[in-house]
């Protein structure tokens, strides 16, 4: 479907995301943490150690407010990361700026 300019695909598990980001090759993913058949952490882990996909900017989303899950997701190179209670315009305004879409107001 189409939102706000963007061309959106929708995973619901971490497999079919990552078939999804190898067929699709998207400008920016947004990254739930809790998938409910691989970790986030370890799915973002795995598509960056593929070179196609070690600038691809990542917002991640997640229930845990501090721990290592934010923790490891900052080190993998995250764009941003939103607590689950994130506001739609936010989530559209980080996509934007993760691929270098000015913010218009």
């Not at 959106?8 to 998207?26: E, T, W, Y």
């Not at 400008?27 to 986030?40: F, H, K």
């Amino acid at each position: 479907f189409h939102a706000d300019g963007f061309s959106v695909r929708i995973a619901n598990s971490g497999k079919q995301g990552l078939m999804a980001v190898h067929d699709f090759r998207p400008d920016v993913v947004l990254l739930d943490l809790n998938m409910p058949d691989v970790n986030g952490v370890q799915w973002l882990d795995d598509i960056r150690k593929d070179p196609r996909f070690v600038q691809l900017p990542v917002v991640v989303f997640t229930a845990a407010t501090v721990g290592w899950q934010v923790w490891a997701a900052n080190n993998l190179d995250v764009s941003i990361v939103f607590k689950n209670d994130a506001i739609p315009y936010d989530v559209v305004r980080a996509a934007n700026a993760a691929i270098g879409i000015p913010t218009q107001h």
